[in-house]
Each structure stands twice: as structure tokens, then as C-alpha cells.
Nanobody, 123 residues
Framework: QVQLVESGGGLVQTGGSLRLSCAAS????????MGWFRQAPGKEREFVTA????????SYKNSLKGRFTVSRDNAKNTVYLQMNSLKPEDTAIYYC????????????????WGQGTQVTVSS
């Protein structure tokens, strides 16, 4: 049984930065593709970024590339999302998830989810 816990969210002003963490217990994350998703009020959940099991391959939503950076530390069983130059449109609940597929953008393969952490960017 795997449990994912996101942390690091909060309230920041436009242009600020946050570093989100996704810590796992009950199972090692090293064999799995990991992803970050977000859901803004009134909108569908959307893909943010993903990282391969070895950390050598990443994928980003096109509009976020350059501001957001995903990384992982398998020794700590943790995945990170560094968020810079934040904008009000980034306000959302951010979720991490485990995929059953090696393809980073096979969105329907993300089967195990955390509870999310709230990110709010003031205008």
C-alpha cells in the first residue's frame, strides 16, 4: 500500500516561488514514472509535468516550461516541483501521482494520487 503526501503549498505574491514536495511511504518510488497535476477552481485537472524513474527524462505542459522544474530524489523517496515566477493563473490544488506506464504523458495511467496541496498566487 502506497501513500503520497504533498506539501509546500501556500500563499505567495505574483513573481514569487514555491517548492512542492511529494513524499511516499509504503513503497519505493524508484520504479515509477511520477507526475504533477493541478486543478484550478471551476476547471478540469490538468497535467503539469512528469519525470521518468531515473530522473533523466521529463515532460512539461508547454506554457509552464521554463518556470517549473520537476526533480526527484529516489534515496529520499521524494519528488519535487520547483515553481518560479508564479502568476495568479497558477492558483490551484497541486497533486502528485504514480503512473503504471513508462510514457510520461499517458495521463490515464496515473493511478495513485496524493491529497493535494493548495497553491494560491495573489494578484
Amino acid at each position: 500500500q502506497v501513500q503520497l503526501v504533498e506539501s509546500g503549498g501556500g500563499l505567495v505574491q505574483t513573481g514569487g516561488s514555491l517548492r512542492l514536495s511529494c513524499a511516499a511511504s509504503g513503497r519505493t518510488l524508484s520504479p515509477y514514472t511520477m507526475g504533477w497535476f493541478r486543478q484550478a477552481p471551476g476547471k478540469e485537472r490538468e497535467f503539469v509535468t512528469a519525470i521518468s524513474r531515473d530522473g533523466l527524462n521529463t515532460s512539461y505542459k508547454n506554457s509552464l516550461k521554463g518556470r517549473f522544474t520537476v526533480s526527484r530524489d529516489n534515496a529520499k523517496n521524494t519528488v519535487y516541483l520547483q515553481m518560479n515566477s508564479l502568476k495568479p493563473e497558477d492558483t490551484a490544488i497541486y497533486y502528485c501521482a504514480i503512473s503504471n506506464d513508462d510514457r510520461l504523458t499517458n495521463y490515464r495511467a496515473y493511478a495513485y494520487w496524493g491529497q493535494g496541496t493548495q497553491v494560491t498566487v495573489s494578484s
